[in-house]
């Protein structure tokens, strides 16, 4: 039934009755009605939030049931002594303490069935969207659950805020990568609000997960076009300063990185002799032949004009960058015109390691200072 509802727009969120007791998503702290107590009901009290779809499939059930009244109300949600939220809902009542509730669920059930046009309630919908079934977790169990599932950088965020569920204070939302069977990751958001009684406890936690994908996409592509130069594709300059002066001021002291600049020779002239178009096309080869030598750990990046930058980092030895300065003054020497002839392109590089309490500023200079020796 609960499954079901939520086909048809609704949520199930509590059921009261002398039979069953007390069953759902907000029963026993007095959060649907602060005035009434969460003791013995001696009828049967079921409310669902409110859609047009469920009201219209519950009705013909009242002829059926004698006694049986639907109405619609305004539910306040409490946190203590404190309104936090109210929504619309729908409330069925049979004060009637034999009631047949069996009965009457199974029917609902039917009815549920018919409107939605689905024959289980097994919460279908989660495995169309995240591609596995529901399954049910006691809290503790939530970190082998989620080391299967949620991307290994965010586990450790997403289980520092369920640790922390328990306490009154603390944060109340989380971000991180859910994978799904066919479809990769999804970027997932997790909301919740914690139900508080009268002694400040958390009795309740009620949340909700959306898939925040699109948006988080949207917004890396936007980061994505402020960084790059839009000629070669790679870091524009204040992108490439911005990672090097950050991961300079992170790495461990004894980790040996080379800072390049380097510079393609008689540009301008390449430019007066070929024109334009070729001068673009042997920047944009030039930043191709980059981007297949170095790392994709290292930053790569234009500064501006034909002149590039490169940081490689966490190398083995100081010949390791001297060998990469060769290769790609040979790559570059054999790029080519759009039509094929040779250009005779040469490059030069200045190479500055990187030393305890250099940042990226001075070591900038000292590899501008060997671009020209």
């Known amino acids: 039934v609960a499954g079901l509802a939520l086909e048809m727009k609704s949520e199930f969120l509590c059921l009261r009755s002398f039979q069953s007791g007390n069953i759902g998503t907000m029963v026993r702290q007095n959060i649907i009605d602060p005035v009434r107590n969460s003791g013995l009901e001696l009828g049967f009290t079921m409310v669902f939030s409110y859609s047009e779809k469920i009201e219209h499939t519950v009705i013909p059930l009242l002829r059926l049931y004698p006694g049986l009244m639907a109405g619609l109300t305004l539910c306040d949600i409490w946190s203590g002594d404190v309104l936090v939220d109210e929504c619309k809902v729908l409330m069925l009542i049979n004060e009637d303490p034999f009631f047949n509730e069996a009965d009457f669920l199974e029917k609902l059930n039917r009815c549920f069935q018919a409107s939605s046009g689905r024959k289980s ?10 591609g596995y079934e529901p399954r049910l977790h006691n809290i503790n169990e939530i970190a082998q659950f989620g080391k299967s599932l949620v991307n290994p950088e965010d586990f450790e965020q997403l289980m520092k805020i369920v640790d922390g569920i328990k306490s009154p204070d603390g944060e109340n939302c989380v971000e991180f990568r859910l994978r799904h069977s066919t ?3 999804n970027w997932m958001r997790l909301e919740f609000t914690k139900i508080l009684d009268s002694n ?15 948006q988080k996409k949207n917004i890396a592509e936007l980061q994505t076009k402020a960084e790059s130069d839009s ?11 911005d990672r090097i002066s950050e991961f300079l001021l992170d790495c461990e002291s004894d980790g040996l990185c080379a800072l390049f600049v380097i510079d393609i020779d008689c ?12 001068g673009d096309l042997v920047l944009d080869s030039a930043a191709k032949i980059m981007k297949e030598l170095f790392r994709a750990s290292d930053v790569v990046g234009r500064i501006g004009g034909d002149e590039f930058i490169v940081l490689m980092k966490n190398l083995p030895a100081k010949e390791t960058a001297r060998a ?3 290769a790609l003054c040979k790559r570059v020497r054999a790029i080519r015109s759009s039509d094929g002839r040779r250009l005779g392109i040469t490059v030069s590089a200045g190479v500055a390691f990187s030393h305890v309490g250099a940042g990226f500023e001075q070591l900038y200079k000292e590899a501008d200072a060997a671009l020209y020796e």
């Open 183 to 185: 479809s990769g990751e």
């Open 267 to 278: 540009f301008k002239e390449i430019n007066d002799k070929f024109g334009h178009f070729e």
């Open 121 to 130: 309630s097994n919460l279908s919908f989660f495995a169309e969207k995240f």
């Open 231 to 241: 000629l070669t594709g790679l870091l524009n300059h204040r992108a490439a300063a």
């Open 324 to 326: 990469k300065a060769e």
């Open 200 to 214: 400040k406890t958390v009795r309740r936690v009620v949340g909700r997960m959306v898939n925040v994908d699109g």
